[in-house]
């Protein structure tokens, strides 16, 4: 019997990208990546680009993977509308004309099974930071329950909303990252933790305001510092609550090495193991999604077109867990 292989589709953002995985490894991916000319992703214009991309994307895909494919996945949600939109619709046409059945995946639970997949994390309690979003998750019962989330804008538009306020280009996080690095003081800046839920947006105002008082890498380091404890406490406390013994990154900040030292020192205070995949599957990429749609695939779940409408808002703790 011949392998099971899925095409993904990843096109939440800014980020387009198409791969082929089969149990045991990514088999093709290539990627189209949008770069707003000036400020911040501008929805619309990412959608046009990933439309004006996609067929390259994914014939570049299917001629690299050379195999024959079970099923298409595509990220069904949480992102934005007109980006989903016509990755779904390139999505249905694909698996019209090759046959095979659809896949509408959570992209938030893609990040946590690529790491899964990819690391030797088996039950983590997810610490997942992107641009749009900020979450604390875990698997209980069928579902991964959201034990904490930002309440306003994620860590990564924040960093990227400060940086771009001070004139650093898209993305900002990098940038605040390196100069965070030549920082010799420590600013308070507000600390905003309700229950499980954290907050970004009154951290930002402030840190666009302290600028004029203090040295921007000053104020790098300290939104760093103060963003990032915010979300340790919060990982920390579901660790303490659940029970688990690990904790897995995931995410485009994840690629920041100040929040992944926070996190080790936490870990190893308490005696719990702590993963990060290879940069590849931390950012958006279809390698997830494909890999997703891989496990759900298996798992006979199918998603019929009637169905497979995009949700900008689809909640990860909404999916029903087939597969574990
Ligand atoms: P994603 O949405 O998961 O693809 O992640 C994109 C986000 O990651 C953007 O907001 C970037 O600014 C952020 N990012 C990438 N690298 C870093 C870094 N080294 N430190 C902080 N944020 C980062
Ligand atoms: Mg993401």
Redesign the pocket.
Known sequence: MSKISILGIEGT???LSAAIVDEDDVIAETTATYMPKTGGIHPREAAQHHANHITEVVRETLKKGKSEISAVAFSQGPGLGPCLRTVATAARALALSLDVPLIGVNHCIA?IEVGRWKTPAKDPVTLYV????SQVLAYRKGHYRVFGETLDI?I??A??KFARSVGLPH????K??ELARTATKYIPLPYTVKGMDFSFSGLTTAAQESVKKYTLPDVCHSFQETAFAMLVEVTERAVAHTGKREVLLA???G???R?REMLKIMCEDRGIEFYVPEKRF???NGAMIAYLGLLMYKSGYRTPISESKVNPNFRPDDAVVTWR
């Open positions: 953002a800014w980020n990040h992107s641009g749009a979003n994620g990564g538009n960093l990227d993305p900002g996080g990098p605040v990252e995410g485009g900040v690629a920041n090495s929040l931390m950012g958006d």
